[in-house]
């Protein structure tokens, strides 16, 4: 049996999230982030507290950064059932790290993560989609099981050389053993939008994101959802405001991602990317 060719029910989403503080960005050094107070605990709790309530997993792709300040969030987030998969250490975009300084990246990563949680850390997602090819190469050599840093939106710009790969929207093997789990994208016209979440997420009208995800699963198994904690913190300092669309992208609609994503867990089946291919493998096994 072709496993591309059923749902895999009840799965709708995927639900992923970014573990990161407000300050973890490229645009900022590590010794920048050590001048600013952590605030992604309180809305970290509260997405926890969230997919409890509707008997939901996610995959928290961890900054080990994050995992050496915060060790008890990360082992709770373990704890309570979620997959933990690395998101690298220090947030630097792939493809302006050289080949060593990215083994060691996400090796660092890995290694810090399965010692706090005890159990292997098997997923990727590069900060700000920024895988390149060879990047792929050193996580399968690292022992990574999938990627999931895949979005092939019409404004990625230098997004580390993976525009060429297709829209394929489900899960394919990408290099050697490596699965990649690519982001959703919606075509518009010419265009191709982001449609996964984050920024995007705020930035779209509730109805509109719902029809996307409708529309996607039509033609789907799955629809891959990711989030930050600082998307539900209206209350983080606004230090970024280099451009007014940055600006605008970060910052807008924070107000209301809580009431959009307690909507969500209510009108989709949601779960990690792990639970997803153990299903996966069950159906195949069965069929």
Known sequence: MRIEAERVKPL???????????????ELSLADWKRYPFRL??????????????????????????????????????????????????????????????????????????????SEVRGYRA???????????????????????????SFAGDSGGLGEYPNAGMSFP???????????????????IPWGGGGYYRLYPYELFRYGVKSWLKRHDYFLFYIHPYDLDKEQPRIFRSTWSSSFRRYYGLGGTRRKIERMLTEYECTSIEHYEHQAEGMVSHG
Not at 137 to 147: A, I, K, M, S, V
């Open 12 to 26: 709708d989403m995927i639900f992923t999230v970014d573990l990161e503080d407000w300050f973890c960005s490229p």
């Open 41 to 118: 605990e309180k809305p970290t709790h509260l997405l926890l507290d969230m997919l409890d309530e509707k008997n939901a997993k996610g995959t928290f792709f961890v900054l080990g950064w994050i995992a050496e300040h915060k060790p008890g969030l990360v082992k709770e987030i373990h704890r309570r059932g979620h997959e933990i998969a690395s998101h690298g250490y220090a947030h630097r975009l792939v493809y302006k790290q050289s080949r060593l300084e990215f083994k060691e990246d996400i090796r660092h990563s890995k290694t810090l993560l399965e010692q706090l949680t005890g």
């Open 127 to 153: 900060p700000c989609f920024s895988m390149t090819e060879w990047g792929l190469e050193l996580l399968e050599e690292e022992g990574f099981n999938y990627d999931s840093s895949l979005m092939p939106h």
């Open 174 to 192: 990408i290099k050697g053993k490596l699965i990649e789990y690519p982001l959703p994208v919606q075509r518009i016209g010419n265009l191709h």
